[in-house]
């Protein structure tokens, strides 16, 4: 951070922990003026669409629907039709099925397996039963076992017979990651069951190719990692161009995606560390948004035997989030946030020999050399009608005065941003060296006892407070 330009974390989430990780960098700033900012990760959609989104999606909105800005995804994806969609998902589904079947088969085989469980494994799950996924590294954050939390009510969703669900599961723990390796021991001694080896199944040697299976076929992507471990995650986005839905832990890039139209959530938005009752708590919502929500209208069909509100999920879900969620968008974010300006700010200082660089050197040395004996001198506060009028003392040492910022801050209210306006600098104090006075006026909204002035270095080519992390505050 102390020789960048600029620094992103990968989700919106993960900027805001970022900044509260890096303030002892910025001790004397607000969590929110730490110079965090994030460009959310996505996916290379071309990648993990499958052959028949791939003409889904051409068919609705042209051959190079990834290659411009995406300005027609939205608007042409709502136009298809329920049975299209349908259609399409149904294909996906035993799509997955076939290659479970076949891999599970060569799995087996490989252990040793006798024939008849051969036999066994070639039939499993059904090709139009409900098929949950979850598939990630194995590490103890992602609480990969929490769909575990109660075996025997999981066991009852898998078995319904009126409303059959199935489980694919796909993973690795490090070698040196023990915890991670007895939670892949605990699936597979789940999936040993009698009631449950044909709705569950476990394949190992997780990779690519095996995942662009699993995102063209599977209903629901499952995660539960414990907020805010996940900075951002990727697997669920995959899942969005051939119109898998989310079901997921409001973290990383979820927060953010999470809306009732395109998924499911569960968690409250909040920090709750590695409380075991916590725990225990979402893996509740879990069972009870499978049970009286997710399954429910996966089977709840209208006389054409087509589940209407379950597929305007999906059209929602892959007409909103794909593009956003999308390496087009990203390339462009950074491009245009972080690149460009990177470049034109390189250029502009390099310039005529490197003029403006030497110049900011020496700002930022004058800066260190004279903030120590910068001080404020009285502040005071009058009401005008609705407002409130600031005026402050301010001695800058031997500063010049326009290498500083004299400011009216206010914390953040109700989730917004913090409040500041630049204070207007006015005749110098008389019979002081370097005293000016300082004014402002705000909105009598709030408290006038909720403003602070404060003193900020100031260059207009300044990345304040990356390339200078000083600051004042009135006392």
Not at 156 to 180: C, E, I, M, N
Not at 323 to 331: D, E, H, K, L, T
Not at 355 to 373: F, I, V
Request: hydrophobic letters at 40%; glycine letters at 8%; charged letters at 25%.
């Amino acid at each position: 951070m102390r020789g960048s330009g600029s620094v992103n974390a990968v989700s919106r989430l993960h900027g805001a922990v970022s900044r509260r990780l890096f303030q002892p960098l910025y001790p004397r700033r607000p969590p929110q003026e730490v110079p965090v900012a994030y460009v959310t990760n996505g996916v290379h959609v071309a990648t993990w669409e499958c052959p028949r989104a791939a003409q889904l999606w051409s068919g609705a909105c042209g051959e190079d629907r990834w290659l411009g800005e995406l300005e027609c995804v939205e608007k042409e994806m709502r136009k298809l039709s329920d049975s299209q969609l349908w259609e399409f998902r149904a294909q996906g589904r035993r799509s997955l099925v076939e290659f479970t079947r076949k891999r599970l088969v060569r799995q087996r085989a490989g252990e040793g397996a006798a024939p008849d469980e051969l036999a066994e494994a070639g039939h499993v799950f059904d090709p139009d039963a409900l098929t949950l996924g979850f598939a990630r590294r194995f590490a103890t954050y992602k609480r990969p076992t929490l769909l575990l939390h109660d075996p025997e009510r999981l066991a009852r969703l898998l078995t319904s017979r009126d409303r059959p669900v199935q489980l694919v599961l796909a993973g690795k723990a490090h070698p040196q990651d023990f915890g991670g390796q007895a939670m892949v021991k605990q699936w597979n001694d789940f999936i040993r069951r009698p009631d449950v080896r044909s709705r569950v199944v476990y394949l190992s040697d997780y990779d690519m190719l095996m995942t662009q299976h699993l995102a063209e076929g599977v209903d629901v992507w499952i995660n539960t990692p414990r907020r805010p471990w996940e900075a951002s995650g990727t697997s669920g986005m995959k899942l969005l161009v051939n119109g898998g839905l989310n079901l997921s832990e409001l973290d990383g890039w979820w927060a953010e995606a999470y809306r009732p139209e395109v998924g499911w959530a569960i968690g409250d938005g909040r920090e709750h560390g590695e409380d075991p009752a916590w725990d225990a708590a979402e893996a509740g919502q879990l069972y009870s948004l499978l049970e009286r929500e997710v399954i429910p209208e996966f089977y709840t069909r209208d006389a054409q035997g087509i589940p209407r509100a379950w597929l305007a999920r999906i059209r929602e879900s892959m007409a909103e989030l794909t593009p956003r969620f999308s390496a087009n968008r990203v390339v462009r974010e950074y491009t245009t946030e972080h690149y460009i300006p990177a470049a034109e700010a390189y250029r502009k200082r390099a310039a005529a020999g490197g003029k403006l660089g030497a110049e900011l050197a020496a700002w930022s040395r004058t800066t260190a050399e004279h903030w120590p004996g910068l001080h404020f001198g009285t502040v005071s506060v009058e009401p005008r009608g609705g407002e409130y009028e600031f005026t402050a003392q301010v001695y800058l040492d031997s500063m010049p005065p326009d290498a500083v910022r004299v400011e009216l801050y206010a914390d953040a209210r109700d989730g917004g941003d913090p409040f500041r306006q630049t204070m207007t600098r006015g005749d110098a104090l008389v019979g002081s060296a370097g005293g000016y006075c300082f004014s402002a006026r705000v909105p009598a909204n709030r408290p006038a006892s909720d403003y602070t002035a404060r003193i900020v270095p100031f260059h207009p080519d300044a990345r304040v407070p990356l390339e200078a992390s000083e600051i004042l505050w009135q006392r």
